[in-house]
T-cell receptor
């Protein structure tokens, strides 16, 4: 079993719709959870981090965490063509010992159709 | 700050040759990571350093791969001898040690023919 699993997609949504991206992880010791966005040919960039159960909103992005179910999701409201990218889920067990070792999922490709 | 700087951006080499990838982390960052990204396996952590000391190299695929960090501002990832299956994008990332987010360089696209 992979440590961080994501549906590879592609996920295609029309402009203005809500895009829902999902991720599960295997290590129950994981404490910190991240969503990175990666445009084609570019490096990953952090867009959201979440550390406690529940929802965290930042602009059009909402991260959701359920540690009991070992599940993390990212919602993108009012999707724009510029949101088309690969979204990588990542986890580590910061602030515990060794917590800077970040493990990534393989990513979900998102296409937003104009 | 210029961010994490990697060189070269692209490398094409013949099978059996030695390849050296270079990374300059963000000044003041205590952690440095080397990742490899392929379509099949995604973004894999190869090794990471804390204060120039290797902490976890369990992701290094085999003995052909080695990494060093002689000082706080420079790290290398070496593949010797290289094989076609090593073709991938290699990313270096750094972290300040106060928050868990990683800051990535632009990557080195390696092609072994």
């Amino acid at each position: 079993q992979k440590e961080v699993e994501q549906n590879s997609g592609p996920l295609s949504v029309p402009e203005g719709a809500i895009a829902s991206l999902n991720c599960t992880y295997s290590d129950r010791g994981s404490q910190s959870f991240f969503w990175y966005r990666q445009y084609s040919g570019k490096s990953p960039e952090l867009i959201m981090s979440i550390y406690s159960n529940g929802d965290k909103e930042d602009g059009r992005f909402t991260a959701q965490l359920n540690k009991a179910s070992q599940y993390v999701s990212l919602l993108i409201r009012d999707s724009q063509p510029s949101d088309s990218a690969t979204y990588l889920c990542a986890v580590n067990n910061y602030p515990n010992t060794g917590g800077f070792k970040t493990i990534f999922g393989a990513g979900t490709r998102l296409f937003v159709k104009a | 700050d210029a961010g994490v700087i990697q060189s070269p951006r692209h490398e094409v080499t013949e099978m059996g040759q030695e390849v050296t990838l270079r990374c300059k982390p963000i000044s003041g960052h205590d952690y440095l990571f080397w990742y490899r990204q392929t379509m099949m396996r995604g973004l894999e952590l190869l090794i990471y350093f804390n204060n120039n000391v290797p902490i976890d190299d369990s992701g290094m695929p085999e003995d052909r791969f080695s990494a060093k960090m002689p000082n706080a501002s420079f790290s290398t990832l070496k593949i010797q001898p290289s094989e076609p299956r090593d073709s991938a994008v290699y990313f270096c990332a750094s972290n300040p040690g106060t928050t868990p987010e990683a800051f990535f360089g632009q990557g080195t696209r390696l092609t072994v023919v």
